[in-house]
């Protein structure tokens, strides 16, 4: 992994999102606790109006080398003839990114102002609901609305449907799937098949949710892949006053 000093680590930000009671903290709890932030007390930065957690990430950035010459490596004459230069094996060089999740206090209210400056710097969001409850997931439009409006207005500069493929990156998950008789289908009108966007169902008191090697986790990695990619894609630009 590339060197980096802790001044120089840039930050993403994601912004949990759903009714109360739905299991959001243990989720964040969950996908904060890394090897480096083992326990509450050294991942969360934040208990105020907000909960925040934060976890380290490595994101693996291509790094594009120049071909190999054929002969620097064993190949058949007919090989050198039709391919003067081999294919390089694709490299990739991790980049570390702290990131932070934040989880609204219920009881706190922002003003507009709030709204605009906290919205705006957000890089993904997590959209949480009980699977106990599907009332839940159909307020999770609600929940979007006014954070994807100042996104879309502050880093694609102009106000942009929440059904077309670059917005923020968005993960739905359902949670208290221990407490389910059978696991559901996924339903054609749910949120997750509304905005073409990853689902998973949870049991946010498993420890094991998003294990080493497992599909959750793999899911998680790719999110906050994408996450980062937006921040880059789409830097706040903090100099054009709309």
Known sequence: MKQQELKDVPTVRILMLGDRGVGKTSLTNLMATTETTPTPASRTIGEDSWHVQVRMHEYPKPVILPPTPTWTTPSSSEDSENYPYMQSTPNTTDILYFVEF???NSDWRMCRHQRDSFYKNIDGIVLVYSMLD???????HDWLYDPLRLICKYRHLRIRSILKRHHVPILVVGTKLDMLMRRPLRRSGSIAHQLNVEEMLVNCLDPETFADKSRNQGKLRDFLNRAVE???RFPLLSFRHL
């Open 230 to 232: 937006f921040k880059e």
């Open 102 to 104: 934040y989880d609204l």
């Open 134 to 140: 599907l009332s839940s997931q159909d307020s999770l």
